[in-house]
Protein backbone atom coordinates (compact mmCIF):
# COMPACT_ATOMS: atom_id res chain seq x y z
CA UNK A 1 0.00 0.00 0.00
CA UNK A 2 1.91 3.53 -1.08
CA UNK A 3 -0.01 5.99 1.19
CA UNK A 4 1.09 8.97 -0.98
CA UNK A 5 1.30 11.75 2.54
CA UNK A 6 -2.05 10.94 3.72
CA UNK A 7 -0.35 9.68 7.10
CA UNK A 8 1.55 12.73 7.52
CA UNK A 9 0.71 14.61 10.10
CA UNK A 10 -0.45 17.67 8.51
CA UNK A 11 -2.85 15.85 6.13
CA UNK A 12 -3.85 13.52 8.66
CA UNK A 13 -5.01 16.09 11.09
CA UNK A 14 -7.44 17.69 8.65
CA UNK A 15 -11.34 16.72 8.21
CA UNK A 16 -10.25 14.50 11.53
CA UNK A 17 -13.84 13.30 12.13
CA UNK A 18 -14.80 12.24 8.25
CA UNK A 19 -11.71 10.69 8.19
CA UNK A 20 -12.07 8.37 11.64
CA UNK A 21 -15.75 7.11 10.22
CA UNK A 22 -13.28 5.71 6.99
CA UNK A 23 -10.65 4.61 9.65
CA UNK A 24 -12.86 2.59 11.89
CA UNK A 25 -15.26 1.31 9.04
CA UNK A 26 -12.28 -0.04 6.70
CA UNK A 27 -8.84 1.98 6.40
CA UNK A 28 -7.45 0.93 10.03
CA UNK A 29 -7.86 -2.40 9.04
CA UNK A 30 -6.44 -2.10 5.64
CA UNK A 31 -2.91 -0.46 7.24
CA UNK A 32 -2.65 -3.28 9.86
CA UNK A 33 -3.06 -6.12 6.92
CA UNK A 34 -0.97 -4.93 4.39
CA UNK A 35 2.09 -6.61 3.86
CA UNK A 36 3.91 -3.44 3.50
CA UNK A 37 3.57 0.76 3.23
CA UNK A 38 5.55 2.19 0.07
CA UNK A 39 6.94 5.28 0.94
CA UNK A 40 8.56 7.63 -1.67
CA UNK A 41 10.88 9.54 1.01
CA UNK A 42 12.55 8.10 4.22
CA UNK A 43 11.34 11.60 5.69
CA UNK A 44 7.64 10.41 5.04
CA UNK A 45 8.06 7.07 6.51
CA UNK A 46 9.22 8.63 10.12
CA UNK A 47 6.81 11.32 9.77
CA UNK A 48 4.07 8.74 9.24
CA UNK A 49 5.24 5.86 11.77
CA UNK A 50 2.76 7.62 14.99
CA UNK A 51 -0.67 6.79 13.00
CA UNK A 52 0.43 3.82 10.16
CA UNK A 53 -0.16 1.09 12.08
CA UNK A 54 1.99 -1.21 10.61
CA UNK A 55 5.88 -1.38 11.47
CA UNK A 56 6.74 -2.88 7.57
CA UNK A 57 7.43 -0.45 5.60
CA UNK A 58 10.31 0.62 2.65
CA UNK A 59 11.32 4.02 0.85
CA UNK A 60 11.84 3.95 -2.62
CA UNK A 61 11.44 7.60 -4.87
CA UNK A 62 9.87 8.11 -7.57
CA UNK A 63 11.40 8.23 -10.57
CA UNK A 64 12.20 11.06 -13.04
CA UNK A 65 12.59 10.19 -16.93
CA UNK A 66 16.00 12.11 -18.11
CA UNK A 67 14.99 11.19 -21.16
CA UNK A 68 12.37 14.52 -21.26
CA UNK A 69 14.97 16.49 -20.15
CA UNK A 70 17.70 16.37 -22.54
CA UNK A 71 16.51 18.43 -25.25
CA UNK A 72 15.36 21.74 -24.00
CA UNK A 73 13.75 24.68 -25.67
CA UNK A 74 15.94 27.85 -26.29
CA UNK A 75 16.06 30.78 -23.86
CA UNK A 76 13.21 32.83 -24.71
CA UNK A 77 10.74 30.73 -26.12
CA UNK A 78 8.45 31.67 -22.75
CA UNK A 79 9.06 35.31 -22.81
CA UNK A 80 8.07 35.30 -26.09
CA UNK A 81 4.64 34.06 -25.19
CA UNK A 82 4.20 36.07 -22.08
CA UNK A 83 5.92 40.05 -23.08
CA UNK A 84 4.57 41.43 -20.06
CA UNK A 85 7.59 39.44 -18.16
CA UNK A 86 10.14 41.34 -20.06
CA UNK A 87 13.59 41.05 -19.43
CA UNK A 88 12.76 40.63 -15.49
CA UNK A 89 14.20 37.37 -13.71
CA UNK A 90 11.42 35.15 -13.47
CA UNK A 91 10.48 33.39 -9.81
CA UNK A 92 8.83 30.64 -11.05
CA UNK A 93 5.97 28.39 -9.22
CA UNK A 94 5.30 25.27 -11.12
CA UNK A 95 2.53 23.00 -9.80
CA UNK A 96 -1.26 22.00 -8.85
CA UNK A 97 -2.61 25.41 -6.96
CA UNK A 98 -3.73 23.83 -3.80
CA UNK A 99 -4.14 24.88 0.39
CA UNK A 100 -1.17 22.97 0.68
CA UNK A 101 1.54 24.87 -1.36
CA UNK A 102 1.97 27.82 0.76
CA UNK A 103 0.93 30.31 -2.02
CA UNK A 104 -0.55 32.39 1.08
CA UNK A 105 3.28 32.56 1.81
CA UNK A 106 4.91 33.18 -1.21
CA UNK A 107 2.16 36.30 -2.49
CA UNK A 108 3.54 37.73 0.77
CA UNK A 109 7.09 37.18 0.41
CA UNK A 110 7.12 37.94 -3.22
CA UNK A 111 5.85 41.02 -2.23
CA UNK A 112 8.76 41.99 0.17
CA UNK A 113 11.29 40.96 -2.24
CA UNK A 114 9.84 43.54 -4.83
CA UNK A 115 9.55 46.50 -2.00
CA UNK A 116 13.49 45.75 -1.23
CA UNK A 117 13.91 46.75 -4.89
CA UNK A 118 14.47 43.15 -6.61
CA UNK A 119 12.94 44.03 -9.94
CA UNK A 120 11.10 40.53 -11.12
CA UNK A 121 8.35 38.72 -11.91
CA UNK A 122 6.26 36.06 -10.58
CA UNK A 123 4.49 32.86 -12.65
CA UNK A 124 2.24 30.63 -11.59
CA UNK A 125 1.41 27.89 -13.25
CA UNK A 126 -0.51 25.22 -12.41
CA UNK A 127 -4.15 24.29 -12.58
CA UNK A 128 -6.80 25.27 -9.64
CA UNK A 129 -8.88 28.26 -10.68
CA UNK A 130 -10.57 28.84 -6.67
CA UNK A 131 -6.97 29.11 -5.10
CA UNK A 132 -5.63 31.48 -8.04
CA UNK A 133 -9.10 33.55 -7.09
CA UNK A 134 -7.44 33.51 -3.55
CA UNK A 135 -3.65 33.72 -4.94
CA UNK A 136 -4.92 36.99 -6.91
CA UNK A 137 -6.29 38.31 -3.15
CA UNK A 138 -3.11 37.51 -1.60
CA UNK A 139 -0.70 39.27 -4.46
CA UNK A 140 -3.29 42.60 -4.36
CA UNK A 141 -2.88 42.97 -0.56
CA UNK A 142 0.83 42.33 -1.35
CA UNK A 143 1.41 44.99 -4.35
CA UNK A 144 2.55 42.61 -6.45
CA UNK A 145 -0.38 41.02 -8.60
CA UNK A 146 0.94 43.54 -11.38
CA UNK A 147 4.22 41.81 -11.19
CA UNK A 148 2.33 38.02 -11.24
CA UNK A 149 1.59 36.08 -14.38
CA UNK A 150 -0.92 33.40 -14.59
CA UNK A 151 -0.59 30.73 -16.80
CA UNK A 152 -2.64 27.95 -16.16
CA UNK A 153 -1.62 24.51 -16.44
CA UNK A 154 1.41 23.90 -18.66
CA UNK A 155 3.24 20.45 -20.25
CA UNK A 156 5.35 19.72 -22.60
CA UNK A 157 7.65 22.23 -24.47
CA UNK A 158 5.42 24.93 -22.43
CA UNK A 159 6.56 23.47 -18.82
CA UNK A 160 9.96 23.29 -20.21
CA UNK A 161 10.34 26.66 -21.97
CA UNK A 162 8.95 27.80 -18.44
CA UNK A 163 11.94 26.37 -16.74
CA UNK A 164 14.68 27.32 -18.77
CA UNK A 165 13.44 30.85 -18.75
CA UNK A 166 12.99 31.04 -15.05
CA UNK A 167 15.88 32.11 -12.68
CA UNK A 168 14.52 29.65 -9.88
CA UNK A 169 11.53 27.77 -8.80
CA UNK A 170 10.28 28.28 -5.38
CA UNK A 171 7.93 26.07 -3.38
CA UNK A 172 6.85 26.85 0.26
CA UNK A 173 4.60 23.99 1.00
CA UNK A 174 3.27 23.04 4.30
CA UNK A 175 3.25 19.44 3.05
CA UNK A 176 4.67 17.05 0.09
CA UNK A 177 5.81 13.70 0.93
CA UNK A 178 7.57 13.74 -2.19
CA UNK A 179 8.19 16.85 -4.36
CA UNK A 180 8.15 15.65 -8.27
CA UNK A 181 8.05 19.35 -9.42
CA UNK A 182 11.31 20.17 -6.91
CA UNK A 183 12.89 17.03 -9.25
CA UNK A 184 12.07 18.27 -12.46
CA UNK A 185 13.43 22.17 -12.01
CA UNK A 186 16.45 20.63 -10.29
CA UNK A 187 16.89 18.35 -13.52
CA UNK A 188 16.24 21.53 -15.69
CA UNK A 189 19.52 23.27 -13.96
CA UNK A 190 17.33 25.68 -11.84
CA UNK A 191 18.11 26.43 -8.49
CA UNK A 192 15.36 25.59 -5.84
CA UNK A 193 14.00 27.69 -2.94
CA UNK A 194 11.96 25.17 -0.90
CA UNK A 195 10.16 24.69 2.59
CA UNK A 196 11.54 21.76 5.29
CA UNK A 197 8.25 20.20 4.41
CA UNK A 198 9.23 18.87 0.68
CA UNK A 199 9.98 15.88 2.31
CA UNK A 200 13.09 15.27 -0.16
CA UNK A 201 14.75 18.52 1.24
CA UNK A 202 17.19 16.18 2.76
CA UNK A 203 18.87 15.66 -0.76
CA UNK A 204 18.60 19.03 -2.15
CA UNK A 205 20.94 20.10 0.69
CA UNK A 206 22.69 17.21 0.01
CA UNK A 207 23.32 17.87 -3.82
CA UNK A 208 23.21 21.63 -3.36
CA UNK A 209 20.78 22.40 -5.64
CA UNK A 210 19.07 24.82 -3.60
CA UNK A 211 18.10 26.64 -0.43
CA UNK A 212 16.17 24.75 2.03
CA UNK A 213 13.95 26.61 5.60
CA UNK A 214 11.02 26.67 7.27
CA UNK A 215 7.75 27.52 5.43
CA UNK A 216 7.92 31.08 6.20
CA UNK A 217 7.03 34.73 4.67
CA UNK A 218 10.22 36.15 5.88
CA UNK A 219 12.44 33.05 5.43
CA UNK A 220 11.16 32.47 1.75
CA UNK A 221 11.48 36.21 1.15
CA UNK A 222 15.27 36.24 2.36
CA UNK A 223 15.96 32.90 0.20
CA UNK A 224 14.74 34.25 -3.31
CA UNK A 225 16.88 37.76 -1.92
CA UNK A 226 19.65 35.66 -2.04
CA UNK A 227 19.65 33.95 -5.28
CA UNK A 228 19.18 37.40 -6.63
CA UNK A 229 22.25 39.06 -4.21
CA UNK A 230 24.21 35.94 -5.41
CA UNK A 231 24.41 35.16 -8.85
CA UNK A 232 27.71 33.08 -8.62
CA UNK A 233 26.22 31.10 -5.41
CA UNK A 234 22.92 30.58 -7.78
CA UNK A 235 25.03 29.55 -10.47
CA UNK A 236 26.13 26.98 -8.46
CA UNK A 237 22.74 26.25 -6.99
CA UNK A 238 21.17 25.69 -10.45
CA UNK A 239 24.04 23.19 -11.51
CA UNK A 240 22.34 20.01 -13.13
CA UNK A 241 22.12 17.03 -10.95
CA UNK A 242 21.73 14.39 -13.69
CA UNK A 243 25.34 12.88 -12.15
CA UNK A 244 24.48 13.20 -8.66
CA UNK A 245 21.29 11.32 -9.42
CA UNK A 246 23.51 8.74 -11.27
CA UNK A 247 26.50 8.32 -8.39
CA UNK A 248 23.82 8.16 -5.79
CA UNK A 249 21.52 5.33 -7.31
CA UNK A 250 25.11 3.26 -6.93
CA UNK A 251 25.38 4.33 -3.52
CA UNK A 252 28.52 6.69 -4.00
CA UNK A 253 26.74 9.90 -3.67
CA UNK A 254 27.34 11.69 0.14
CA UNK A 255 24.23 11.21 1.59
CA UNK A 256 22.90 12.96 5.02
CA UNK A 257 22.29 10.54 7.68
CA UNK A 258 18.89 8.73 7.40
CA UNK A 259 16.41 9.69 10.35
CA UNK A 260 15.33 6.07 10.36
CA UNK A 261 16.88 2.39 9.04
CA UNK A 262 15.79 1.34 5.99
CA UNK A 263 13.52 -1.59 5.82
CA UNK A 264 13.75 -3.68 2.54
CA UNK A 265 10.45 -5.31 1.34
CA UNK A 266 10.15 -8.63 -0.51
CA UNK A 267 7.60 -10.59 -2.19
CA UNK A 268 7.36 -13.95 0.60
CA UNK A 269 8.70 -12.09 3.31
CA UNK A 270 9.95 -8.41 4.89
CA UNK A 271 13.43 -7.28 6.29
CA UNK A 272 12.66 -5.41 9.62
Not at 94 to 118: E, I, Q, S, T
Not at 156 to 163: E, I, W, Y
Not at 247 to 253: E, K, M, P, Q, V
Request: charged letters at 25%; glycine letters at 8%; hydrophobic letters at 45%.
Amino acid sequence: MRPHGTLDPYIFKRRRTRKAIFEWWFQNRVLEQVAALHYTTEDEWRLAAPVSRNPHGFAVPNGLDTVEFADLPEKGAFRAKHPEIGNRPIVLFLGRLNFKKGLDLLAPAFGRVLAAGHDAHLVIAGPGDDMAEKTRGWLAAAGALDRTTFTGMITGDDKLAALVDASMFVLPSYNENFGIAVAEDMACGLPVVISDAINIWPEVECAETGLVGPYDIDITAWNIMQIFDNPARASELGRTVFDWFATDIRGTASRPRSKRPMQISLPDAIVS
